[in-house]
């Protein structure tokens, strides 16, 4: 069966370092993948998406790169800040038909 | 004003009972989706529907029915709830791209004793 796999433990980092997340897929062929951000007791909200055929995506300090060999999409955020602290969830969808699957997330704590 | 709203926003009831949760956008979108989020297990699909006429079962749909009034509104029932279907409830919209990204609503915190 299709799975996603996201870090469930926190991720601790110090701010203004570079925080790396990880999402990896297996039994899956994603056309496409995003990643959303989501607040304590909030709704998640869009970042970024990437295509099977894009290496590197980026928006201002982030960055989400996807290796279809690897079944990997890794998104990063530089120069952290307290204030990017929050859960972030990847998200795979297939081609020609939009629903997408989500991780379960992964906590970033950027520590000042 | 929110772009998606929920009511109710908490809710507690009882096993047994018959519960609706009501979900309303001012996005335009035709696609809508309600999901329930279980610490460890994120987001799952229940329902989701691609227009007014066009109503589909997602991963864990046994237990809850839906109903899109409009294009705007789209409704999920607890026919007679129970206690696992305690969670957090979002309603969810996106436009008609395969890839386009999904805007959610705030959330409703049902509990079910």
């Known amino acids: 069966s299709q799975k996603i796999e996201q870090n469930s433990e926190a991720l601790n980092i110090q701010e203004g370092k570079t925080a790396t997340l990880t999402c990896n897929y297996t039994n899956y062929s994603p056309a496409y993948l995003q990643w959303y951000r989501q607040d304590p007791g909030r709704g998640p909200v869009f970042l970024l998406l990437?295509?099977?055929?894009?290496k590197e995506k980026r928006k201002e300090r982030l960055k989400v790169t996807f290796d279809t060999t690897l079944k990997q999409s890794l998104f990063h955020i530089t120069a952290s800040q307290p204030a990017d602290s929050a859960t972030y969830l990847c998200?795979?969808?297939?081609?020609?038909?939009?629903?997408?699957?989500f991780g379960t997330g992964t906590k970033l704590q950027v520590i000042p | 004003d929110a772009d998606v709203t929920q009511t109710p926003r908490n809710r507690i009831t009882k096993t047994g009972k018959r519960i609706m949760l009501e979900c309303s956008q001012t996005k335009g979108h035709d696609r809508m989706y309600w999901y329930r989020q279980d610490p460890g297990l994120g987001l799952r699909l229940i329902y989701y529907s691609f227009d007014v006429k066009d109503i589909n079962k997602g991963e864990i749909s046994d237990g809850y029915s839906v109903s899109r009034q409009a294009q705007a509104k789209f409704s999920l029932s607890l026919e007679s709830a129970i206690p696992n279907q305690t969670a957090l409830y979002f309603c969810a919209t996106s436009g008609r791209g395969p890839s386009d990204e999904q805007f959610f609503g705030p959330g409703t915190r049902l509990t079910v004793l």
């Open positions: 990437i295509r099977e055929n894009e």
């Open positions: 998200a795979l969808g297939s081609g020609g038909y939009q629903k997408v699957t």
